[in-house]
């Protein structure tokens, strides 16, 4: 969803945090920021849950283990042929077989997951994004239009940003 | 208030001479510019080698499996010896990734990522030999859980097919593993190549932009995956000792070998990732990211492995004198002074005595001394896996029917070979993809912050020098 | 490819065969020739149909024994050969140079049509030129024709003899394994010129001088049957036993309880120390009575380094049991070797064994026995120039005789030199016109092994199509013809037609002829009653004047040299079959190449060891051959097989090993005029070379592991672990333990199983096709006690199964594809003095254990079990990872490494089209010949019955010898196999350590001796 807003970067984290959280008092929700790294002060300042993620993971691994024991225990059964003189339905070895695909299936899953809920495979290039996200630079983009983008500009420079930009955010 | 996390703090000690993130970019980043003489040099030697393997296969499927060494008894030989060998090498990625991430150790960063790159590698070269050992790879397929014309399955209680399982897994979450930890630094390269590698890498970062929630989801599925590789490691390796430990050949069959085998995997991986990472380091000048800190920390973990595997060694010879089964004791009295004594000193003494030097600081913070240690180690382990294998079949039950066995020139070409192919991959990683973690490096190199007073204490941080520009 | 077999035949010359056997079935009933050829055992003619067997009787040409034959043909193909039941002298069995006999059918190399040599190249010829250009030249000859020719039925010998009285010229028969000597002695002593008949069954103490009749020695099938039956302990505990006297074992002398090695030619000191022991309490022995006087045991002791007391012992066991001796044979035919022979008789004779177990009227008339003398004379008459027409026909004298014999020479001087080698050989190679004759599976003939027994050759199979051959019968009928001398009627068959019609009225019985003689050509011998004369047992006044002694050697060597034949390759005649070839040897275990036997002692003396290459040096000759250290051998005494060295036979044959018989002196030993074989010393250098030997043999000792116990004798009976107990005790032992298995709930409920092979299938198990309780449970039992290593069962199995061979290198790396090993573990074998003698020999084979190691490894399920126990190996689905072969405790397991099955044309023609051809990349094992499982199976559905006990019989029980080995349904608890499954000597290899469970069952060989544990 393609909303247009302003977009400030800052070289220092303690101003991003100032002003995302500010943002946040004067009632700007939508807020999105940016950083080079998984920074922890950014996601508390945007006050974050737990991730949905972990479901996916649990589903995903579950269901393999299912899959493998079913899966063994059929063929099997299927067409009875003794090797070893070991039963036709030996369980122990499927194990294994249970266990990998256990672990498959939930890394499969969690990747899945993680796409979906982060929007992510989305190559569409950017309108308002600064290359330096990706280097030192932390940013912070606000949705707003009218008067709320006049404040939110007036907040934003208030943490003297290296730039602030307007425009649509992809 | 921002504060330092414990990460920034030790990884600030980790790190003494990177302060800002943009100079990480930039050393990083560096190294994917255009490659150099050296590189090249190395990468035409790996193309040969690629060459000489798949030559001398094609020889092999050509002439028949008969073109090897390998007879009766010794069924298995110098490519079973080398599946394992691989298999082994890849386990060091992702330990060092997985468990040492959920371990929090402090100098994974600056290496895990050189450390996956060899997993993905070391199994897809690992992942060759079973096809190249069958007698007829035009059926291998047969292997895949698929049900023939007549509704026949692959038997499910075949520790081959387990293995065909375990290592098809491994690869497939190390590898998505292995890509997922580099998304955000594609976006990064992206951010600052041009051309052609703009595209490659703008494909390749799937439009990774950093936002709070990609980096929220990010951490979650990233702490998962590790969660599920690690069991995942473990096993993998206790599925190839299975193949032979769930076998009744005198040698094979001993419930150590799981344990056995996992370290000397992990064993022979960091060994490996070690001999790896020296030269790179000096290539691309990369002191300030692997530093003996780093090597200090992983030649520790060669030496704990070292000696897990030295006493199961131990556990073995006396397993078989207490048994007293005269084909196990006589077996591993073979073993030592039998035909392949040579091979089970190479590898007593490259895999137990060598690695004993590590117990010096001198030693583990001598860059030579640990690469020369490390490859004594490669070749200890090799000859460990070769050990186990040959020695046992040559020696079973029956004693009318002992042989022996001597790997043939293409066996040698193919195993040589196969170290090409692993160089071919692993040199067009170092040159495509940023072989340092650069977003995990971040993580524990300290914020630039405006405001200043408290130090590492917790409280409000300073900014270790002043503001570039402004 | 050979893979798929009808590739492999041109189309053209599988119709032609296929229409031929179809002609032939349609034409049954009229008397013409071809309908007659094509008569059939089992079946009438009519039924020959693409897919089902039709089998014809013959006689075996592998020696001269004349075992009867049985003949697998398939669309008109010979496929395989078998032992002939009925047959009086083989009983059903069949040794393994019967078995390669037809590989010589199907010889690659055999020669393709006459040829002619025009200057010194060999030119095709058409039958109708070769012919007439033969009987010009006989013409031209003027009488003075020379038939050099090999042992013959009579039908072909009287066929040649009348063509040679009719055109002027004389015969001398030439065999390699030639007992003239023993003839000579039996005339000198009982006045019979033949070689007598030994009856081995009933005998309680036997003692071989050397003889080697498990092997070669003048009826090995009839006479190992024979032994087996006397040696092999019965089911009251009894056993007979055998004693082995000479400076060499042999096979034979392996499976003795007792060896007495005594030094090269102290046969006759110690016969005749024995006689005197004898003699001096009975006083019968007649005119020798004062020549026992000098030889008394201490005389013979004297001269042979034994001491008195064993020689008075043996002769005391050999008085007072029923016992028989017999001489040194084709191995021991020194300078006075008739003497010898001549004191083994007279043992025989105190003793009271002639007429009952040395056996003058029933004797053993189709060995070949004529002198050297006599080739000796033809030798020196071709050198006087005194032969226009020389023809060779069955034999090789440029190859066998000794080249100090000057054979080649005198050959080469011959104006016209005639070979009828169906085969190329050393003797053809020198000839001016090549006539090749039939294989005698594709040629009429007869034999008469001995008096009473006439045993008839068919045609099993139209000649085939890739070699022009006529047989020589014929040739030499129409040469005679051309020549103006014509032979009675046209055909070889009419002459064997007319000979049966006399008999036939001699015989007088009522049937009328044609129905005899079909009878005949079914069941392919017949039986006449044999005028009963009184058998001569009392000795005759010596005519010849005879030096007991122990005989001269040449020269002053360190060794005495033992040229000894073959029990492959024979005197060579089987040396270009691949069978034989890559049949390791029964004795050294090696293949290919050749060897040469030294004590171990002397070879560290020497500073050699298995594999060095030494220069043996006589002064007749030098060779140069790989050392095989070899316990059973004197520290004075080396050995060297007969039939290897052959340079111009066929591609298997030539180049491997060195011909032994350079090294002989050309001399005829008096007064029988038999060529001498034990007669120089040589000594041996090493050469510094190592050639790494193309042996099978891992280990020749059992290191504790009970892979093949014995029992003593004096514990049966009352031994408290019968049956499965006490198998495989190792060092230490393993306990007794109620055995458990996983086998409920899927693997996680323990149930408690006896682990018995006719437990198949196990608790837990009964699903699918598992489910029926009247499945058999295919099981063997194989008699250790009784098998004697001979190796006949492996080349019935390569036979039957297809099983490749693969040459000496692969062999060399250990890659043979036997599906049978023959295990051979020394654990007494001490040269030095006369005492206990243990060797083991162990077949193995696939065990289709219960609880196969090999299956649940196999990731495709290439590997299974069958419902009715079959340790099942699905080629097709093979991937080949190996990984069975490893798991196999008994090693069994082969491999196809390379597409071995691709055999030049027209050898694939010998495939059996009821088994797969196996490609490379492909495991393969014994499979109980489950073709022919499957085959009674079909045959007894179709029939509505059920298989009778013993009507499954695999190829290697049909053609064992020895009846070592039973197969059959375990779970029917009266099947023969259940029966010995209980025997208290019943073990399995292993099943105590690793719980295979194996269908197996091995009967421990039983000593004489106190065997202290199981393992040994």
């Known amino acids: ?170 | ?470 | 490819m050979s893979a798929d077999m009808s590739s492999g035949i041109k189309r053209r010359d599988f119709l032609k065969v296929v229409g031929v056997g179809g002609v032939g079935a349609g034409l049954t009933g009229c008397s013409t020739e071809s309908a007659e050829k094509l008569l059939p055992y089992v079946v009438p003619p009519e039924d020959i149909t693409p897919g089902v067997a039709t089998w014809y009787t013959s006689t075996c040409n592998g020696c001269s024994a004349g075992c009867g034959m049985w003949v697998r043909t398939r669309e008109g193909r010979v496929v395989k050969v078998e032992g002939n039941p009925n047959h009086p002298v083989s009983e059903g069995a069949l040794c393994q140079r019967g078995h390669a006999s037809l590989q010589a059918l199907y010889a690659p190399d055999r020669y393709t049509g006459p040829m002619q040599r025009v200057n010194g190249e060999l030119q095709p010829i058409s039958w109708d030129e070769a012919e007439a250009l033969l009987a010009e030249r006989i013409q031209g000859a003027a009488g003075n024709v020379l038939f050099i020719g090999g042992a013959m039925g009579p039908t072909m010998a009287d066929l040649v003899d009348q063509f040679l009285s009719s055109v002027g010229g004389s015969r001398v028969e030439w065999e390699g394994l030639n007992e003239a000597p023993l003839r000579e002695a039996t005339r000198i002593a009982f006045g019979r010129d033949v070689v007598p008949h030994y009856e081995f069954e009933g005998a309680e103490f036997i003692l071989s001088f050397g003889a080697d009749f498990i092997e070669t020695w003048v009826s090995p099938v009839q006479y190992q049957r024979g032994f087996a039956r006397a040696a092999g302990v019965d089911d009251e505990g009894r056993k007979g036993e055998f004693v082995y006297v000479g400076p060499r074992l042999n096979l034979t002398g392996q499976n003795a309880d007792e060896w007495v090695p005594i030094p090269a030619g102290g046969e006759a000191a110690v016969a005749l120390g024995m006689a005197s022991v004898i003699a001096g309490r009975i006083g019968n022995a007649g005119p020798y009575a004062e020549i026992l006087q000098a030889y008394s045991p201490e005389a013979a002791a004297e001269a042979t380094g034994l001491e008195a007391a064993t020689i008075r012992e043996l002769a005391d066991r050999f008085q007072n049991a029923p016992s028989v001796a017999m001489g040194p044979g084709v191995a021991g035919q020194h300078r006075n070797a008739t003497a010898a022979n001549l004191a083994i008789h007279i043992l025989n004779s105190v003793a009271g064994n002639v007429g009952s177990r040395v056996r003058l009227v029933e004797n053993a008339q189709s060995a070949p026995s004529r002198p050297y003398g006599e080739v000796e004379a033809a030798i020196r008459s071709m050198a006087s120039g005194g032969v226009g027409v020389v023809m060779v026909h069955g034999t090789n004298p440029a190859y066998g005789l000794p080249p100090a014999s000057g054979f080649n020479d005198a050959f080469a001087g011959v104006p016209f030199k005639v070979s009828f080698a169906t085969e190329p050989d050393e003797t053809a190679a020198m000839a001016d016109l090549i006539l090749p004759d039939r294989h005698f599976l594709e040629a009429w003939g007869d034999a008469s092994p001995r008096p009473g027994v006439y045993s008839l050759q068919q045609p099993a199979m139209e000649s085939v199509p890739h070699f022009d051959s006529k047989q020589t019968g014929d040739v030499l009928l129409s040469v005679a013809t051309r020549a103006g001398s014509p032979v009675g009627p046209a055909t070889t068959y009419d002459h064997l037609r007319n000979r049966w019609q006399s008999l036939h009225q001699s015989v007088g019985v009522a049937q009328d002829f044609e129905a005899w003689w079909r009878g005949a050509l079914k069941s392919g011998v017949v039986e006449v009653p044999v005028p009963a004369t009184e058998e001569p047992v009392t000795l005759r006044q010596p005519d010849a004047a005879l030096i007991f002694d122990t005989p001269a050697f040449d020269g002053d060597g360190e060794f005495v040299l033992m040229v000894y034949p073959s029990s492959r390759f024979g005197d060579g005649k089987q040396a270009n079959s691949a069978w034989m070839q890559e049949l390791p040897d029964p004795v050294s275990k090696i293949a290919w190449h050749g060897w040469i036997e030294i004590h171990p002692a002397a070879a560290e003396r020497l500073g050699v060891d298995k594999g060095d290459v030494v220069t043996v040096t006589s002064p007749h000759g030098a060779v140069e051959l790989p050392v095989f250290t070899y316990p059973g051998v004197r520290e004075d005494t080396v050995a060297v097989q007969m039939g290897m060295g052959r340079q111009n036979s066929g591609r298997y044959a030539n180049g491997n090993g060195v011909n032994a018989m350079t090294l002989l002196p050309a001399e005829a030993e008096q007064p029988s005029g038999g060529l001498v074989h034990l007669a120089t010393r040589v000594s041996v250098v090493p050469t510094g070379d190592v050639y790494r030997l193309a042996t099978i043999e891992g280990s020749d000792s059992q290191s504790g592991r009970g892979i093949a116990p014995a029992a003593y004798i004096g514990s049966l009976g009352h031994s408290e672990d019968a049956g499965y107990e006490g198998e495989g005790e190792g060092e230490g032992g393993y306990e007794e333990k109620p055995l458990e298995e996983m086998q409920m709930l899927g693997g996680f409920g323990a149930v408690e199983v006896e682990g018995k092979a006719a437990d198949w299938p196990l608790p837990g198990t009964e699903r699918g096709d598992y489910a029926d309780p009247e499945t058999p449970r295919w099981a063997m039992a194989i008699d250790l006690d009784k098998c004697t290593g001979c190796s006949a069962c492996i080349v019935a199995c390569q036979s039957e199964n297809n099983v490749a061979f693969v040459g000496e290198d692969q062999v060399r790396m250990g890659r043979d594809l036997g599906w049978i090993r023959l295990e051979r573990y020394y654990e007494t074998v001490d040269a030095s003095h006369a005492g206990t003698l243990d060797v083991r020999h162990l077949p193995m084979l696939c065990q289709h254990c219960n609880n196969a190691p090999c299956e649940p490894v196999c990731p495709v399920v290439a590997a299974y079990h069958t419902p009715d126990g079959l340790n099942g190996q699905v080629y097709n689905r093979c991937v080949g990872t190996r990984y069975c072969a490893n798991n196999c405790p008994y090693k069994v397991r082969v491999y196809n490494w390379y597409s071995y099955a691709d055999v030049p044309e027209p050898l694939n023609w010998q495939y059996n089209p009821d088994v797969t051809i196996r490609n490379t990349g492909i495991m393969e094992k014994c499979s109980f010949c489950v073709q022919r499982i499957r085959e009674v199976q079909n045959k007894a559905v179709v029939e509505g019955r059920a298989i009778a006990d013993g009507e499954v019989v695999p190829a290697c029980q049909q053609s064992c010898p020895a009846e070592a080995i039973v197969f059959g349904n375990i779970k029917d608890s009266t099947s023969r196999v259940a029966e010995l499954a209980e025997n208290e000597r019943t073990y399995r290899v292993l099943d105590k350590l690793i719980n295979t469970q194996p269908a197996v069952h091995y009967l421990k060989k039983v000593t004489f001796h106190e065997v202290e544990d199981a393992a040994h």
């Not at chain 1, 997951?113 to 569409?124: A, E, K």
């Open chain 2, 1 to 470: 208030m921002a504060t330092l996390t414990e990460a920034q703090k030790r990884g600030a000690l980790a790190h003494p001479d990177v302060d800002l993130h943009e100079e990480v970019n930039r050393d990083i980043l560096k190294m994917l510019s255009a490659p150099g003489k050296g590189w090249w040099f190395l990468f035409s030697l790996a193309v040969l080698g690629v060459g000489l393997m798949f030559g001398s296969w094609g020889w092999q499927i050509y002439r028949g499996i008969g073109v090897s060494g390998l007879t009766s008894p010794v069924g298995w030989g110098a490519y079973i010896t080398t599946f394992v060998f691989w298999v082994g090498i890849a386990h060091s990625g992702t330990l060092i990734s997985a468990i040492l991430f959920l371990f929090r150790a402090p100098w994974r960063q600056s290496i895990y990522r050189m450390a996956e790159a060899m997993t993905v590698f070391g199994v897809m070269t690992a992942g060759l030999f079973p096809l190249i050992h069958v007698g007829r790879v035009w059926h291998a397929y047969w292997l895949i859980p698929y049900p023939n014309a007549r509704y026949l399955w692959p038997n499910f209680r075949s520790p081959l097919v387990w293995d065909v399982f375990a290592v098809t897994t491994y690869f497939t979450v190390s590898s998505v593993f292995f890509y997922l930890g580099m998304v955000p630094d594609m976006a990064a390269a992206r951010d600052k190549a041009t051309g052609f590698r703009r595209k490659l890498y703008r494909v390749i970062a799937l439009g990774w932009r950093g936002t709070d929630r990609q980096w929220h989801h990010f951490g979650k599925a990233y702490l998962f995956l590790a969660a599920l590789a690690t069991p995942l490691v473990l096993s993998v390796h206790s599925v190839v000792s299975w193949d032979f430990a769930m076998s009744i050949v005198p040698g094979w069959h001993a419930t150590v070998f799981a344990p056995y085998f996992v370290a000397g995997a992990i064993f022979s991986g960091v060994a490996m990732v070690i001999t790896l990472a020296v030269p790179i380091r000096k290539v691309f000048g990369l002191e300030a990211y692997l530093t003996t800190k780093h090597f200090d920390a992983m030649a520790k973990l060669v030496m704990l492995t070292s000696m897990i595997v030295f006493y199961a060694y131990l556990t073995e010879f006396f397993m078989a004198w207490y048994s007293g089964e005269p084909p196990e004791k006589q077996m591993f009295w073979n073993r030592l002074f039998g035909h392949y004594w040579w091979a089970t000193w190479i590898m007593l003494i490259c895999n137990g005595m060598i690695p004993l030097m590590l117990w010096f600081k001198r030693v583990r913070h001598s860059i030579p001394a640990l690469f020369a240690i490390t490859i004594f180690i490669n070749i200890g382990m090799w000859f460990e896996r070769f050990v186990i294998i040959v020695t046992s079949l040559s020696h079973e039950f029956a004693p009318f029917a002992w042989g022996v066995y001597r790997p043939s020139l293409t066996e040698m070409g193919i195993v040589i070979g196969s170290f090409g192919w692993f160089s071919f991959w692993f040199l067009l990683f170092i040159r495509l993809l940023p072989p340092v973690a650069i977003a995990e490096l971040k993580e524990v190199i300290p914020p630039r912050m405006r405001r200043t007073s408290g130090g590492h204490d917790g409280h409000d941080a300073v900014p270790a020098t002043a503001p570039a520009g402004d």
């Open chain 1, 1 to 170: 969803m393609s909303q247009s807003g302003i977009l400030a970067s800052y070289d220092y984290l303690d101003s991003t945090v100032d002003a995302v959280k500010e943002l946040r008092d004067a009632g700007f929700d939508e807020v999105i920021t940016y950083a080079a790294y998984p920074e922890h002060h950014l996601e508390d300042a945007l006050g974050y849950g737990e991730s949905p993620v972990r479901v996916w993971t649990l589903v995903g691994g579950l269901t393999g283990t299912a899959t493998g024991f079913a899966f063994t225990a059929w063929t099997s059964m299927d067409w009875p042929l003794i090797t070893g003189g070991k039963p036709v339905l030996s369980m122990p070895a499927y194990v294994v077989i249970a266990f990998e695909m256990t672990i498959l299936f939930g890394a499969l899953a969690t990747v899945l997951g993680m796409f979906i809920n982060s929007r992510l495979p989305n190559v569409t290039p950017p309108v308002v994004y600064d290359p330096e996200f990706s280097s030192g630079r932390y940013g912070v983009f606000v949705p707003a239009s009218g008067t709320d983008l006049d404040r939110a500009r007036e907040i934003l420079r208030k943490h003297d940003p290296a730039e602030t930009r307007e425009g649509a955010h992809a």
